[in-house]
T-cell receptor, first 114, second 112 residues
Framework: GQQLNQSPQSMFIQEGEDVSMNCTSS?????WLWYKQDPGEGPVLLIA?????ELTSNGRLTAQFGITRKDSFLNISASIPSDVGIYFC??????????????FGQGTILTVHP | NAGVTQTPKFQVLKTGQSMTLQCAQD?????MYWYRQDPGMGLRLIYY???????DKGEVPNGYNVSRLNKREFSLRLESAAPSQTSVYFC???????????FGPGTRLTVL
């Protein structure tokens, strides 16, 4: 099935460092989503992007919807220990026969050392 | 609002045993989904239900069956569990036309 390529697979950083991760697809999406999964929990939506070129912030998180509609980026500034978890990108094409289905990347495991 | 709830949270099965994972949502969402999560594989769609009364296969449906019991509930059944089905299973739901899928807390299943 269709897959998104998410990188890096894992990151080990010091508290206070900035983090960047990205997602690429072979096909276009009209919505990009970024989820975070805390250990032992289900994923929770962080940011949703709806327009090519859009740059959206949520606190220390900033995400961008790529111009080609085939990629997206997530940046976390000044990381803190509670940023630990798995970050997933997801692509969505609303309407038609999509029935709300999302296509997920493989995830980026983030570890933050105090 | 409880959101999306899943039972059980943990389960250990022997090969060949059967079980049903339960999922319920109280957000009046139309569509519901079952995923499995394995290390390095992300979230893979097993089955989904676009609306009450319909179900369709996702990316990895083999070895599973589902039932959309009503608008609130969507169950996943393993008829004859295999070690390859050891995984974390997530249920999710969405309001059609919306973009955010809401996830349950997951069921951690081990098949020995």
């Amino acid at each position: 099935g269709q897959q998104l390529n998410q990188s890096p697979q894992s990151m080990f950083i010091q508290e206070g460092e900035d983090v960047s991760m990205n997602c690429t697809s072979s096909s276009i999406f009209n919505t990009w989503l970024w989820y975070k999964q805390d250990p032992g929990e289900g994923p929770v939506l962080l940011i949703a992007l709806y327009k090519a070129g859009e740059l959206t912030s949520n606190g220390r998180l900033t995400a961008q919807f790529g111009i080609t509609r085939k990629d997206s980026f997530l940046n976390i500034s000044a990381s803190i220990p509670s940023d630990v978890g798995i970050y997933f990108c997801a692509g969505h094409n609303a309407g038609g026969t999509s029935y709300g289905k999302l296509t997920f990347g493989q995830g980026t495991i983030l570890t933050v050392h105090p | 609002n409880a959101g999306v709830t899943q039972t059980p949270k943990f389960q250990v099965l022997k090969t060949g045993q059967s079980m049903t994972l339960q999922c319920a949502q109280d957000m009046n969402h139309n569509s519901m989904y079952w995923y499995r999560q394995d290390p390095g594989m992300g979230l893979r769609l097993i089955y989904y239900s676009a609306s009450e009364g319909t179900t369709d296969k996702g990316e990895v449906p083999n070895g599973y069956n589902v039932s959309r019991l009503n608008k609130r509930e969507f169950s996943l059944r393993l008829e004859s569990a295999a070690p390859s089905q050891t995984s974390v299973y997530f249920c999710a739901s969405i309001l059609l036309g919306d973009n955010e899928q809401f996830f349950g807390p997951g069921t951690r299943l081990t098949v020995l």
